[in-house]
């Protein structure tokens, strides 16, 4: 099976912009979580999606927002960005709810805000 | 904040030793998991243990669990440079949401 794929990899913007970031789950898993990756914050739950619904989200400003599509692929995108929102995002899958199942990560989108 | 601590912080061995983490939880959980990060190989799974479960096992890997403790252990045998990762651990919370600890520095050295 192929893993879990993000696109694009790298991407740097401008303050105020807004980014797309695309994510595609391994074939059969439902569940998509993001999750936001800093030195100084560390690994941050941002959302899971499990059949198209949002099930959680982390405690992240409106300006985050994501969603999931009828075949699993999930998108998340940041309006108006600032500076702080320089980070590695990371998508990963799951055949379920992400609390009781393994996630496979993809290799993540690294943002750069300037 | 977040619900799970990893201590120590960092930690280096000589290859063939073994490495021993803790991960140290708030509230009561369903499950707790333990990933790892290299550069080379992104975040991976190691090991998810239920919360009636006290002990697992995966290669060279023991996860125990010790929920009056609220707290998780993460043995590595036999250590190999390809140990060189963070390792975290992931717990979840009544809402189900996954929160990731600050992480173990491993470094296993030749």
């Known amino acids: 099976k192929a893993g879990v794929t993000q696109t694009p990899r790298y991407l740097i913007k401008t303050r105020g912009q807004q980014v797309t970031l695309s994510c595609s789950p391994i074939?059969?898993?439902?569940?998509v979580s993001w999750y936001q990756q800093t030195p100084g914050q560390g690994l941050q739950f941002l959302f899971e999606?499990?059949?198209?619904?949002?099930?959680n989200k982390g405690n992240f400003p409106g300006r985050f927002s994501g969603r999931q599509f009828s075949n699993s692929r999930s998108e998340m995108n940041v309006s108006t960005l600032e500076l702080g929102d320089s980070a590695l995002y990371l998508c990963?899958?799951?055949?379920?709810?992400?609390?009781?199942?393994?996630?496979?990560f993809g290799p993540g989108t690294r943002l750069t805000v300037t | 904040s977040q619900q799970g601590e990893e201590d120590p912080q960092a930690l280096s061995i000589q290859e063939g030793e073994n490495a021993t983490m803790n991960c140290s939880y708030k509230?009561?959980?369903?499950?707790l998991q333990w990933y790892r990060q290299n550069s080379g190989r992104g975040l991976v799974h190691l090991i998810l243990?239920?919360?009636?479960?006290r002990e697992k096992h995966s290669g060279r890997l023991r996860v125990t669990l010790d929920t009056s403790k609220k707290s998780s252990s993460l043995l590595i045998t036999a250590s190999r440079a390809a140990d060189t990762a963070s390792y975290f651990c992931?717990?979840?919370?009544?809402?189900?949401?996954?929160?990731f600890g600050a992480g173990t520095t491993v470094t296993v050295r030749a």
């Open positions: 990963a899958s799951s055949p379920g709810l992400a609390s009781f199942h393994e996630q496979y």
């Open positions: 074939s059969g898993h439902r569940s």
């Open positions: 999606y499990f059949s198209e619904t949002q099930r």
């Open positions: 509230t009561s959980i369903n499950n």
């Open positions: 243990i239920r919360s009636n479960e």
């Open positions: 992931a717990t979840d919370s009544n809402d189900y949401k996954l929160s």
